[in-house]
């Protein structure tokens, strides 16, 4: 009756629940309808009215949207000026872009391990990491909670360090009651469909300097600025840019999606406390510890496995699980083990608790639009297949 869908069983749920989805609703399509019936595609006026809200939102004084998020975190290291022989600080448990962004400027990324119990950067290990060479520190809020924001200032600011927070997952998180956004020298968003907000594609930054929103306003569009120096038809290239423009169509969902900013986080933090309350019940499990600087908007809602309460890895209990149709996944796999980090020279052994954390961790279907019965399902399926395999 309770066979395990792995082993024949009859799945938990018919159809496989996603571990994270966009939530688009009519008003959301109105808003890019009257885009599309608009003068302007793109570099019109509703990239700035979506850069305007994201400066209400965050408290910055500057935002510049970019076609995504990577290509708002090259900006970044671009107007920092990272650039070959630098070396930049990012946390190993993150999506590759926080890394790559380092790598298009030449510079070489420096992994400094992370909290066992938080997942995000130790800022001790990044001070263990800096050299004469340190330009920038890109601390990742990982699911979604602020890394130790003012340790990470306090640490670059003696230095001449930029920081870049990868706020990817963090948009609508506070640290220690300020808004993320307003933090650090800039701040990086991605409105890719998994994230809080979504533009489809697309990405920010945030900044109060008003140097390095020129610069980056300018590494959005080739470099190019419209001096009108011999006519009113001139503009000139002055540096070397990337066309990395977001639309007027991708704004205006994105702004559609921001007024719902409040909903979308009362949501995530239903579903949260419902998933902390069941699985700190459960035997085998290892619940990421909330820091107390962060009243988190979640992202991803990520757990561990105590893998020495099991009679299996957490490959098998992972693929029982997607038997049942509950979508778990992995977030992340330790940069520096990606083929191409590992041509680099990166060897595994860097982060010896990222390794671990990335051991044991499982990321949890957690979305806005899922349902109180999606979300039980989640809960149903682990129970399930969590005693099975329990020693
Ligand atoms: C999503 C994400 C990005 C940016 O991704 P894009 O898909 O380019 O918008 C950067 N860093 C992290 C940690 C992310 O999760």
Redesign the pocket.
């Given at each position: 009756m309770n066979e395990l869908a792995i082993h024949g069983g009859k799945p938990l749920r018919e159809k496989m629940l996603p571990y994270a989805r966009q939530t688009i609703d009519e008003v959301d399509c109105l808003s890019v309808i009257n885009a599309l019936n608009s003068d302007f595609l793109t570099t019109g006026p509703v990239i700035r009215e979506f850069e305007n809200r994201l400066c209400e939102i965050t408290g910055a004084k500057f935002a510049v949207a970019f076609s995504?998020?990577?290509a708002a975190?090259h900006g970044a290291c671009y107007a920092c000026g990272l650039s070959a022989g630098d070396e930049g600080i990012t946390s190993p448990i993150?999506?590759a872009?926080?890394a790559n962004c380092m790598l298009y400027m030449g510079a070489r990324p420096v992994f400094a391990d992370i909290d066992e119990e938080t997942f995000n950067i130790d800022t001790n290990e990044i001070e263990k990491k800096i050299t004469a060479n340190t330009k920038v520190i890109i601390p990742?809020d990982y699911t979604g909670q602020a890394a130790d924001i003012d340790a990470v200032n306090e640490l670059a600011k003696t230095r001449d360090i930029t920081v870049i927070e990868?706020a990817?997952?963090s948009l609508g998180t506070k640290y220690k009651s300020r808004p993320v956004g307003s933090l650090t020298d800039m701040t990086e968003f991605?409105f890719?469909p998994v994230?809080t907000a979504t533009t489809g594609?697309g990405?920010a930054i945030t900044t109060d300097d008003e140097k390095l929103y020129q610069k980056l306003m300018r590494f959005r569009a080739h470099g190019i600025v419209q001096s009108g120096r011999e006519g009113p038809w001139f503009y000139e290239q002055t540096e070397l840019g990337y066309n990395y423009r977001i639309t007027d169509i991708q704004c205006a969902l994105g702004i559609s999606q921001l007024t719902k900013l409040d909903s979308f986080a009362a949501r995530r933090d239903e579903l949260k406390k419902k998933y902390n309350e069941t699985f700190s019940e459960m035997k085998g499990l290892i619940l990421q510890k909330n820091a107390p600087y962060s009243e988190t908007v979640n992202h991803l809602y990520v757990i561990r496995l105590d893998l020495a309460a099991f009679k299996t890895g957490r490959r098998e209990i992972f693929e029982a699980l997607r038997a049942e149709n509950i979508g778990v996944h992995v977030h992340y796999i330790p940069v520096y083990y990606h083929p191409y980090y590992q041509s680099l020279g990166y060897k595994k052994g860097i982060c010896p608790k990222a390794e671990a954390v990335y051991d044991s961790l499982i990321t949890v279907p957690f979305f806005p639009s899922m349902s109180d019965k999606d979300a039980q399902d989640v809960l149903d399926g682990f129970d399930k297949v969590l005693k099975h395999y329990l020693k």
């Open positions: 995504n998020g990577t975190l993150t999506f872009a926080s990742v990868d990817a997952h991605s890719h994230k594609e990405g």
